[in-house]
């Protein structure tokens, strides 16, 4: 079984009517190199947003400044080190610059597959920090900045999984940081008055390199075939049998972040195929 990350296509992309996508308005996407994160930054570009792309991934991040400028959107990108608190700070400052922030996407995330007895625990402490302490000093430097608006408005989405829900073998630690995420969004729409949203959006399986690149690992510890940890581990639950584009989990963010979703308030959007809610 031959499975890729798909290119990134305009006429895929969702592009809603709403008055605050606006080049004045700055959407901050993490992990804006690959993956989601890139599918994330390209659609709201082509949104009408200001994106300000982060990641540490250099050649990445310039690349998908590029598909965004290609596509007709504007995009800046930042270098960050999402686990050093001064290079996010640098991040927000550079951020407000070009515009009014008014939307964050908390996307940037890595995997590692091991058991809890058997955990390394600096890589525990990386994972933490990476997903789930980031978010939140963005959400804290951030929500200032969106207070100021002239609505006081706001929205910060952040990607869970079907991980915020259920807890798989030996992702003990990407199990812990995505439960977080759902908390972390809880909590700033309790404190955001309807005014500073905040949701999450949890799959199954998606076409990343993140997702793939953990297929060889997850046939090696579980004795099986690569082909059959596709088959009967991330899409053995799922009632439709096939990963998802990045563009289409994008495409989620955008809805969440749109006047579409004024009720979207600390909810957790559950597109997983099935996986969590059916047996």
Do not use: W
């Not at 007709?72 to 999402?82: K, R, S, V």
């Not at 951030?142 to 609505?151: A, R, S, V, Y």
């Not at 563009?247 to 996986?275: K, Q, T, Y």
């Amino acid at each position: 079984m031959t499975l890729q990350e798909p290119e990134i296509l305009k006429d895929e992309i969702q592009v809603l009517d709403d008055p605050a996508f606006d080049p004045d308005n700055v959407c901050i996407v993490t992990g804006a190199g690959s993956g989601i994160g890139r599918a994330i930054a390209v659609a709201a570009a082509i949104n009408g947003l200001m994106v300000v792309g982060l990641d540490i991934n250099r050649e990445g991040g310039l690349r998908t400044q590029k598909m965004a400028r290609d596509l007709g959107g504007q995009m800046i990108f930042i270098e960050t080190d999402l686990s050093n608190d001064q290079s996010i700070d640098n991040a927000v400052k550079e951020a407000k610059k070009v515009g009014l922030i008014r939307y964050v996407a908390n996307v940037a995330g890595i995997q590692h597959i091991d058991s809890i007895e058997n955990f390394p625990m600096e890589q525990y402490d990386h994972m933490q920090r990476l997903m789930l302490r980031a978010p939140f000093l963005l959400s804290k430097l951030t929500i200032p900045q969106m207070k100021q608006n002239h609505d006081g408005c706001g929205v910060i989405g952040h990607m869970a999984s079907i991980h915020a829900h259920i807890c798989t073998i030996n992702k003990p630690v990407y199990n812990i940081v995505k439960f977080g995420l759902k908390a972390l969004a809880q909590s700033i729409s309790a404190e955001g008055e309807g005014k500073i949203r905040s949701f999450t959006v949890s799959t199954g399986f998606v076409k990343t390199h993140l997702a793939l690149n953990q297929i060889p690992s997850q046939a090696k510890q579980r004795g099986i075939t690569e082909d059959e940890v596709v088959s009967d581990i991330m899409l053995g639950k799922s009632r439709v049998k096939e990963m998802m584009s990045p563009v289409e989990v994008a495409n989620l963010f955008i809805l969440g972040f749109s006047r579409h979703a004024r009720f979207l308030v600390g909810g957790d959007l559950l597109f997983d195929g099935g996986i969590v809610l059916t047996y």
